[in-house]
């Protein structure tokens, strides 16, 4: 009995100790592979002879200095001690290219820009937001849909979208007069309760603290609802539908209030690759994280409400009341690019790309530029000089527009108010609201480089190419590109908008020598893979500028508060010490004097 009881025994017993000694070795196995890797890695990559900081974190590399320090910091410190092409160490000794030379991102951007397509890991939230659109379209199809939007972003039709610029901006400046009349309280724009009550007590008469992301993110929402498809956000009045509203969530203003480690970072990663590996089980509803869950129910009423919006445009009859009984159907970017898909034939570009590109239009219509707005007015708000040229020069442009018989500014006075230029172009090159964008190899391939890099691991040798294998990350800093020395002189750093009109008059150096489709700066790209609605945004930009400081006077908060960036898709702020509140621009606004109220 003793020996079968102990038969039986052993019976149930084997199975369990089978599948834990499975466990065991397998997690040996890994964390053997793992180390292995670890070690091995850096000593046989390509890119071994490369400059560049040294291991950092053993499993994570540089990338907790990266997270540590605002955007760019990291990259532009590399980029003064290392030269143009740098090597850094990533997860589990995976070594990324870091490349600034001009020749080597002409290469990669523009050269072979479609043998460098973006690699899967930057495919996570965003991606499944703007799904097959021209964004994350790669090769062919890449090159199909560039064609067929290419008409919606003609100079003729941006010409008859100004006005759409200005009547929003106008709505905007009217419901900010409102709330300085009213004298409005903005909780959200003070640290605390403390705070706002000893401003309440002698602040000045008609001035308000407001956090203006807010206002200006729904600015540019109603915008590109209205010039891009047609569809009627009511954002700036408050309004709303579950468009905007679904938008608004997965855009969360508290998404970038902690800063991310390098394990989060890492465990977002894996998680993407799991559900893009197992799309069928539809592992993104499994996944117990709040802001995994608010993006996946934003995406499916993004999803509904775009199909509608499509539809309509194609004259189906799906179309339920919630702000789409506005569409108009003759010169929005998404009427315009129906016109070029039924042109190219109805196999052109299907719905559910033609979905990818509203929601495309959605961020770059919205968010970058919103973004790019808020920290235009932080800028002007540190510096009054700057501030009251800029307004001196758009009042002269919008008096002489008068004397012409004309209401407002049109697309050849944005374009020749050479100051509000120059600002615009300052701004977007110190304030990318994109920092940087992630490439992968194809194939093995060589990289030229205009200004040779020293060898880390012969002494005197200098390298003129980068051997890449197939596969190899390259990481392309636009922050730090943006600020190069070489091109832009020893204040590359300094907001200085007088740089530009300089170089124009010729009284200065000349600013060229980077790469970038736009004033030698990285902001939209370059290349096949620029960004294709660029002059939309720089004439929305300087609509919206133009309006607001003509109308309004712009100062900080408190000299106190220290501003910080943090990249969450874009650029956002955050206040040092009132990260619990997330990102926000709390700035103070008054009726800018004019000159016969001066003369009084």
């Known amino acids: 009995m003793d020996s079968l009881a102990s038969a039986t025994s052993w019976s149930y017993a084997h199975p369990v100790q089978a599948a834990l000694a499975s466990l065991v070795l397998a997690g040996l ?150 709330a300085i009349e009213a004298r409005e309280v903005d909780e959200t724009a003070w640290r605390d309760e403390k705070q706002r ?47 905007g509203r679904a938008f608004g969530t997965m855009f969360s203003p508290r998404a970038g209030a902690k800063r991310p480690t390098a394990g989060q970072m890492l465990r977002q990663q894996w998680i993407g690759r799991l559900i893009r590996a197992l799309p069928v089980l539809r592992m993104a509803d499994w996944v117990p994280n709040e802001r995994v869950r608010k993006v996946r129910e934003g995406f499916r009423v993004v999803q509904t409400e775009s199909e509608k919006i499509i539809q309509a445009k194609m004259g189906g009859d799906v179309v339920e009341k919630d702000g789409l009984e506005s569409t108009r159907g003759s010169k929005d970017l998404i009427a315009l690019l129906l016109k070029s ?33 808020g920290w235009a007015l932080f800028r002007l708000a540190t510096d009054t000089k700057i501030q009251d040229k800029l307004r001196r020069e758009v009042r002269e442009g919008r008096a002489k527009a008068a004397q012409d018989g004309r209401d407002e500014l049109d697309h050849r006075d944005l374009d020749a108010l050479p100051y509000l230029d120059a ?36 002494p005197g040798k200098m390298l003129s190419h980068v051997a890449v294998k197939k596969g190899q990350v390259i990481f392309v800093p636009i922050t730090a590109v943006n600020k190069s020395k070489r091109v832009f002189g020893d204040d590359a750093d300094a907001f200085r908008p007088e740089r530009w009109i300089e170089s124009d008059e010729g009284t200065g150096k000349k600013i060229e020598g980077n790469v970038g489709v736009a004033s030698s700066i990285l902001t939209f790209l ?3 893979r620029s960004c294709i609605g660029y002059k939309f945004a720089l004439l929305e930009f300087k609509a919206i500028l133009s309006v607001l400081v003509d109308e309004f ?9 220290v501003v910080e960036r943090r990249s969450v898709i874009v650029t956002r702020p955050i206040l040092v010490g009132e990260e619990e509140h997330g990102n926000k621009m709390p700035l103070r606004i008054r009726i800018a004097r004019r000159d016969d109220d001066e003369l009084e």
């Open 29 to 178: 196995g890994t964390f053997l592979y793992t180390l292995v890797v670890t070690l091995v890695r850096p000593h046989t990559t390509s890119l071994r002879n490369l400059p560049g900081p040294g291991r950092g974190s053993f499993w994570y590399g540089q990338i907790p200095a990266i997270l540590r320090d605002p955007p760019g910091v990291p990259h532009c410190e590399w980029h003064e001690q290392y030269g143009g092409a740098v090597k850094y160490p990533g997860f589990f000794g995976t070594t990324r290219l870091l490349l600034f030379d001009p020749a080597a991102l002409t290469h990669v951007l523009v050269t072979r820009s479609y043998e460098y397509p973006k690699p899967d890991e930057v495919r996570g939230d965003l991606a499944m937001i703007l799904g097959k659109g021209i964004l994350f379209a790669e090769g062919d199809d890449h090159r199909r849909q560039r064609r067929i939007m290419a008409p919606s972003f003609g100079p003729a039709h941006l010409r008859e979208l100004v006005p759409v610029f200005f009547e929003h901006s106008h709505h905007l400046r009217d419901a900010l007069k409102t």
């Open 197 to 243: 009550g000893e401003w309440e007590k002698d602040h000045p008469e008609g001035e308000v603290v407001f956090d203006i992301a807010k206002w200006l993110g729904r600015v540019t929402l109603d915008i590109i609802g209205d010039a891009g498809f047609g569809y009627n956000f009511e954002a700036i009045s408050q309004s709303g539908n579950s468009l």
């Open 341 to 373: 898909v039924e042109s190219e034939g109805k196999s052109s570009m299907t719905t559910e790309e033609l979905r990818g590109q509203l929601t495309t239009f959605l961020l770059a219509g919205h968010e970058t530029t919103s973004t790019a707005l």
């Open 423 to 458: 600002v615009t172009r300052e701004l977007l090159r110190l304030e990318s609201p994109v920092t940087a964008t992630i490439r992968h190899a194809s194939r093995d391939d060589l990289i030229p480089l205009s200004t040779p890099v020293p060898s880390s691991t012969e």
């Open 526 to 528: 370059a290349g096949p």
């Open 553 to 561: 006077e712009f100062d900080l908060r408190d000299r106190e508060t």
